[in-house]
């Protein structure tokens, strides 16, 4: 198939890319000779993390060079919503402000709450105006295309079998159809061991038993999103009618597992990493929910910083003076907790709240917050992690619930120059041979249970006095 680039446009969003910063040798050309030369697949839903790790880069690299090319207006944003039952993605958003709470799976005939880490698959495909892919138009792909390169996941690998998600179903494929409205079609098949006859949209034929030569005839009906019935058979020949009882054209897909398949997901963005990325809260950060529409997510990072001694400076030295030493600490803080992959998410009055991918970060973040020279100011940190979920709030990401409110009383608990974290957050970096050494250096932590407003069941937390 021929490939039409506009080619005018390209130069210039690469040149616009190029100087967005500065990159290593050959990291823009490389990508634009992909963009004119790639196959379809190639420039479609491109794993930003896995596209700079098999060329030498760090994932974060790959994050940051997609980013930028979204913003020069070479890429677009694919938020792909996946189910984890059968690693369908169910639908491609254009956004954060599209997503959902909740989301339908075709193969699975159910709905599911969708959360940020696990749901929410982020990928980048070239923009049509600059090259047009036959995925563009989903609807007019092969079934080929259609199920093993769109519909499902190419981030998944099935445990235990060492092969994609995509290339086990290319292999025990059964049908591949469309079933026009009210219509029917047979299929021969040949069910050699016991297992499933599942697929899109959601089939059931459960083998088991001694196999059979007899030819049994099944007929399944399609109504309602689902075909039913949904029988049990030994394996062996089956001649199986299927029936569009609806008016809709369908695109039917049926396969064969012998094995419940588990799913292992290769490295990739998912919709937790991206909102605290620094670079995308920069750069695209005009993203947000849609009013009224909380996204959980699963497992958040949440730093509190307070100053102590602002308020007797404001009366010492006035408003005004008070106020230029209390944003340069701001400040200084922001630059730490981007230089440590985390976002500010907001700032109330003298308090930071950002939030983090991985507790590791806010740790370092934290820490460093302190010891970075405030003057008079004694920095108080608190940190927790769970889950919570995202909200607009003023047309800005922000983050709400128990965790949020549990990382904030966590930071009032810290005196000046102290970091409090609770067991959750040190259960996870005490792994980390150089966060928890950073964190001993201070002093052994104690575990102590402290009674916090507004939450039922004494919280556990280690205090660390950094000055
Ligand atoms: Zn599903």
Redesign the pocket.
Same mark, same amino acid.
């Given at each position: 198939m021929s490939i039409t680039v506009d080619t005018t446009q390209l130069s210039e969003a690469l040149s616009q890319l190029e100087g967005a910063r500065a990159w290593p040798a050959g990291l823009i050309e490389q990508l634009g000779e992909l963009i004119r030369e790639g196959t379809d697949e190639a420039v479609f839903q491109i794993n930003p993390v896995s596209y700079a790790t098999t060329r030498g880069h760090t994932p974060e690299l790959g994050i940051e060079l997609f980013l930028h090319a979204a913003r020069a207006g070479l890429m677009q944003i694919d938020w792909s919503l996946r @189910?984890c039952? *059968?690693g369908?993605l169910v639908a491609n958003r254009g956004g954060l402000a599209q997503l959902d709470r909740d989301f339908y @799976?075709d193969? *699975?005939a159910r709905s599911s709450a969708a959360n940020l880490d696990e749901n929410v698959e982020i990928a980048f495909t070239v923009v049509p105006s600059i090259r047009a892919l036959r995925f563009h138009a989903p609807d007019s792909l092969s079934h080929e295309d259609y199920f093993f390169r769109f519909r499902f996941s190419r981030d998944i690998v099935i445990r235990g079998l060492d092969k994609t998600l995509t290339s086990f179903l290319r292999e025990q494929v059964l049908v591949l159809t469309w079933l026009e409205p009210n219509s029917e079609q047979v299929f021969e098949l040949d069910i050699p061991e016991e297992g499933w006859v599942v697929g899109h949209p959601r089939t059931m034929i459960t083998t088991f038993g001694a196999p059979t030569t007899e030819v049994r005839e099944l007929t399944l009906d399609y109504r309602d999103r689902a075909f039913e019935p949904r029988p049990e058979l030994a394996p062996g020949p089956v001649r199986l009618t299927l029936r569009n009882s609806t008016q809709a054209r369908v695109r039917v897909l049926k396969y064969f597992t012998p094995i419940v398949t588990y799913f292992d997901y290769l490295p990739h963005l998912n919709g937790r990493r991206l909102l605290n990325n620094p670079e995308f809260r920069r750069c695209l950060g005009t993203e947000v929910v849609r009013p009224g529409t909380g996204i959980p997510v699963k497992d958040c990072t949440l730093l509190f910083t307070d100053l102590r001694g602002s308020t007797a400076m404001y009366d010492l030295i006035g408003d005004n003076a008070a106020f230029e030493l209390v944003t340069e600490s701001f400040e200084s803080m922001a630059q730490i907790v981007t230089r440590c992959g985390g976002v500010v998410v907001k700032t109330m009055g003298d308090a930071i709240m950002a939030s983090f991918n991985h507790p590791a970060d806010g740790v370092r973040a934290g820490l460093q917050i302190i010891l970075n020279d405030h003057g008079e100011l004694q920095p108080k940190v608190g940190l927790h992690r769970g889950s919570c979920i995202v909200v607009n709030q003023n047309d800005m990401v922000d983050y709400f619930g128990q965790t949020v409110n549990i990382a904030a009383r966590v930071q009032n608990e810290a005196a000046g120059n102290e970091l409090c974290l609770t067991e959750a957050i040190w259960e996870d970096v005490r792994e980390d041979q150089a966060v928890a050494a950073s964190l001993t250096e201070f002093g052994e932590l104690h575990r102590e249970l402290r009674a916090l407003k507004g939450v039922t069941e004494a919280v556990p937390l280690y205090r660390v006095r950094v000055r």
């Open positions: @189910c039952g *059968c369908e @799976c193969s *699975c």
